[in-house]
Nanobody, 124 residues
């Protein structure tokens, strides 16, 4: 069992940056791949980024490549999402998720545990 808590969301102007954090409970955090997803009002939850258990492999949605960076600190049981050059289309609730399988999946159905989400709002 893994309990996930996101933080770091807020209101930011277009072009600005935010760093999201996801703190995980449990001693097996370093065996899980981790992902970030987001859901805008009226839209499906979509993949943003994922990172392997070791941090050696990452995967990004095309819409965030070059702007967002996912990382993790297994000693702190935390995964991060650094978001730069934000635009209004990045406005959404951001969720972190844990996947017991190997790999860095972009499919939300493959993730086993989810946090409650943190709101990111980008103003123009």
């Amino acid at each position: 069992q893994v309990h996930l808590v996101e933080s770091g969301g807020g209101l930011v102007q277009a072009g600005g940056s935010l760093r999201l954090s996801c703190a995980a409970s449990g001693r097996t955090f370093n065996t899980y791949a981790m992902g970030w997803f987001r859901q805008a009002p009226g839209k499906e939850r979509e993949f943003v980024a994922a990172i392997s258990w070791s941090g050696g492999t990452t995967n990004y949605a095309d819409s965030v490549k070059g702007r967002f960076t996912i990382s993790r600190d297994n000693a702190k049981n935390t995964v991060y999402l650094q978001m730069n050059s934000l635009n209004t289309e990045d406005t959404a609730v951001y969720y972190c998720a844990a996947d017991r399988r190997l790999g860095v999946s972009s499919h939300r159905g493959e993730y086993d545990y989810w946090g409650q989400g943190t709101q990111v709002t980008v103003s123009s």
